[in-house]
């Protein structure tokens, strides 16, 4: 009979970096080939599918002797093919419960090292989707407010509170198109302030929240955060200066590149936006101290599930001197910065016209079930 294990299982196999099984993915080549897990194999098959002779010697060549764990999309059809296999004489198999749904609902959370020892630093990493969100908090108040969180929300709350802290405030660099926010859900939740940029007004943003002017500091006991205008990706991005530490850029910059713009101005307002994050990178960014770590809203995640500039479980940040010495759009004048932006465009986010208009308020989503088929998918929002 085989055996069911949790993506949180899978994933401590994987940072151990064990090679004593071999990941089945079930679903059709297009899906498995735009997203899925490191290091998975494809085996496309169906619901209602038996197990063929050529079926079962591609899996068995893959295998090898080892453990065969299988996942799927949501983890009936993974379930449909170990049950083929165990009916033919595979005894070493295990299916991923919930399949790609449950992984991409899987997080880590890394501390940050800094020099203060009265801050406290937390990056929060949406392993699947690249996703990163922070805890920024004050050891002696004991006050902390929340970045950038997705809608898995309750983890922001449990990890405050392990570190002896309590959520005032809740801030979102910018109105996100790739995931849906926690934001509002977390500061409803706990019956504190939500924060955009005031700038989030032109975009008709359908609920209530409290702005932040460009250069507006919030007291987080002795620990500033600084509001940092940072248009570009979007018209109200902010990036949020903690202390004299770090910069959490949001989808300013990121450790390989930067936001790209035509997800809210469209095709034909790109190059506008993408004036607009020449002149953040220069004129904001690139203008701060170079010993500033910058913390990124996202990581690069390749669609063969291995991270751009790092490995889920440790920080993905990098001082602003680090990043601008091998980031090669620095180099370039406005024109030709622009011209990369508009001209050369990558696969737009799953969904991301759905998400963005969630995010506004003009949409509700009721199910759980419907928000995860939402987010499927990696973030796509670096230019």
């Known amino acids: 009979m085989f055996e069911t294990i949790s993506a949180r299982e899978l994933a401590d196999r994987?940072?151990?970096?064990?090679?004593?099984?071999?990941?089945?993915?079930?679903?059709?080549?297009?899906?498995?080939?735009?997203w899925r897990v490191e290091g998975a194999e494809n085996v496309s098959f169906g619901p209602a599918e038996r197990l063929s002779r050529e079926q079962r010697a591609t899996i068995e060549g893959l295998a090898d002797g080892r453990e065969i764990l299988v996942i799927c999309g949501k983890g009936a059809t993974s379930t449909r093919l170990a049950t083929e296999l165990d009916a033919n004489g595979f005894d070493d198999v295990a299916v991923v419960g919930g399949g790609m749904r449950s992984w991409n609902a899987l997080y880590e959370s890394v501390p940050v090292e800094t020099t203060r020892d009265d801050l406290v630093l937390v990056q929060f990493q949406r392993r699947a989707k690249g996703c990163l969100g922070y805890l920024v908090g004050s050891k002696t108040d004991g006050t902390a407010v929340v970045v950038d969180p997705t809608r898995h929300v309750d983890q922001y709350i449990t990890t405050a509170a392990a570190e002896g802290l309590t959520i005032t405030r809740v801030l979102d660099t910018h109105v996100h198109a790739d995931h849906i926010s926690g934001g509002r859900d977390l500061a409803t939740k706990l019956d504190v302030p939500y924060h955009l940029?005031?700038?989030?007004?032109?975009?008709?943003?359908?609920?209530?929240?409290?702005?932040?002017?460009?250069?507006e500091t919030i007291a987080v006991g002795g620990i500033d955060v600084e509001a940092l205008p940072a248009p570009g990706h979007t018209t109200e991005m902010l990036a949020y200066r903690v202390a004299d530490e770090a910069v959490l850029t949001g989808d300013g910059l990121f450790l390989d590149s930067v936001g790209r713009t035509e997800l809210e101005f469209g095709d034909e307002g790109a190059e506008h936006g993408a004036r607009l994050?020449?002149?953040t990178l220069h004129g904001t960014l690139l203008a701060l101290p170079d010993e500033s770590l910058v913390l990124p809203g996202h990581?690069?995640?390749n669609d063969?599930?291995?991270?751009?500039?790092?490995?889920p479980?440790?920080?993905?940040?990098?001082?602003?001197?680090?990043?601008g010495s091998r980031l090669d759009l620095v180099e370039l004048d406005e024109d030709a910065f622009v011209d990369r932006l508009?001209?050369?465009?990558?696969?737009?986010?799953?969904?991301?016209?759905?998400?963005?208009?969630?995010?506004?308020g003009r949409e509700d989503v009721e199910r759980d079930r419907d928000a995860t088929m939402l987010e499927t998918g990696a973030n796509n929002c670096a230019a």
């Open 277 to 279: 994050q020449y002149e």
């Open 342 to 360: 508009v001209e050369d465009v990558p696969e737009k986010p799953d969904n991301y016209e759905a998400i963005i208009d969630l995010n506004l």
């Open 304 to 311: 063969d599930g291995t991270y751009g500039n790092a490995a």
């Open 313 to 323: 479980g440790t920080l993905v940040g990098a001082s602003l001197a680090e990043v």
């Open 299 to 301: 990581v690069t995640v």
């Open 14 to 34: 994987q940072d151990a970096s064990r090679d004593d099984y071999v990941l089945i993915d079930t679903r059709p080549r297009e899906s498995y080939e735009a």
């Open 197 to 215: 940029s005031e700038r989030a007004t032109e975009r008709d943003v359908e609920y209530e929240f409290e702005p932040l002017a460009d250069g």
